[in-house]
C-alpha cells in the first residue's frame, strides 16, 4: 500500500509524550500541541477509517475469517484502535475474533485518557467503545497487557516499551500493519531497518500496511 501523503498530518496512531499539552477536545475534533511538531486540527475516527482501515482493506479483508491480526506501532490516544473496533461492530460479515496489537513508547494514564475521551460528542462512533478502553485501561508498567472485549471477540494487546524492546516478545501472524506516521526529522526509531525487519518475520502471507508520511 502505497503511504498516504497528506498536507495536513492527521493525529492517529501518533505517540503522544508526557509533556504534550491537551488544549482541546470539541466537536469530534482535536487540537493537540505537541513537542515532536505534529500538531493539527483533525477528524480522528474519519482519518483512521481512511488512513489504516481503507489503506488496508478493510472491512472486506476480515469477512468470513476465524480471526484478524493488526499490529499498529503507535497506540497514542487509541483512535486507531477504536475507529477498528466500532468498524468490525458494524460489519455483519465481520471475522470472528479481532486481535489488534499496539506499541505504545509513552502511554497516558488513565485519567488523561478518560478526560480526553469523555468530552468527545456522543454521535462520534467509538464513544461509548471509548469509555470501555479507559475502564480497562492497565497499570503503565513495561510489558505487555492484554484487555478483552465483546465475550473476548475483541482483543488488544498493548505493549509499553520502546519498540526495539517490545517487538522481540511478540509471537504473531499479523494481517495488517498500522505504521506510525512517518516524519524522517521526528521519528526515525519506528522506521530503521531493525525494526522494519522485525515487523516483516510477523507479516503473515498476503500481509499489507499503511501510513502517512510528511517529510
Not at 20 to 49: C, K, M, R, S, Y
Not at 82 to 106: G, N, P, V, Y
Request: a negative charge; one cysteine or more.
Amino acid at each position: 500500500v502505497e503511504p498516504e501523503r497528506l498536507e495536513q498530518v492527521p493525529i492517529i496512531g501518533h505517540v503522544i509524550g508526557q509533556h504534550d499539552e491537551i488544549t482541546e477536545v470539541a466537536l469530534g475534533i482535536l487540537h493537540l500541541i505537541l513537542e515532536q511538531g505534529f500538531g493539527v486540527e483533525a477528524e480522528p475516527h474519519e482519518q483512521a477509517e481512511h488512513v489504516f482501515l481503507g489503506g488496508n482493506g478493510l472491512p472486506h479483508r476480515w469477512q468470513g475469517r476465524p480471526r484478524f491480526v493488526i499490529l499498529e506501532t503507535g497506540f497514542g490516544l487509541g483512535n486507531n484502535f477504536l475507529a477498528t473496533w466500532a468498524a468490525w461492530r458494524r460489519d455483519a460479515q465481520r471475522c470472528e475474533r479481532l486481535i489488534f496489537i499496539s506499541i505504545e513508547k509513552h502511554p497516558l494514564t488513565r485519567d488523561d485518557l478518560a478526560r480526553v475521551h469523555a468530552r468527545l460528542p456522543p454521535d462520534v462512533p467509538h464513544a461509548k467503545l471509548a469509555r470501555s478502553l479507559v475502564e480497562g485501561w492497565p497499570a503503565l508498567t513495561p510489558n505487555l497487557h492484554t484487555l478483552t472485549f465483546d465475550d473476548s471477540s475483541v482483543q488488544l494487546l498493548l505493549g509499553f516499551g520502546d519498540i526495539a524492546d517490545v517487538l522481540p516478545a511478540l509471537v504473531a501472524e499479523v494481517d495488517a500493519f498500522y505504521l506510525d506516521g512517518f516524519a524522517p526529522a521526528k521519528n526515525p526509531e519506528m522506521w530503521n531497518e531493525h525494526v522494519l525487519k522485525r515487523l516483516g518475520r510477523l507479516a503473515a502471507q498476503d500481509t499489507t500496511a499503511a501510513t502517512w508520511s510528511f517529510a
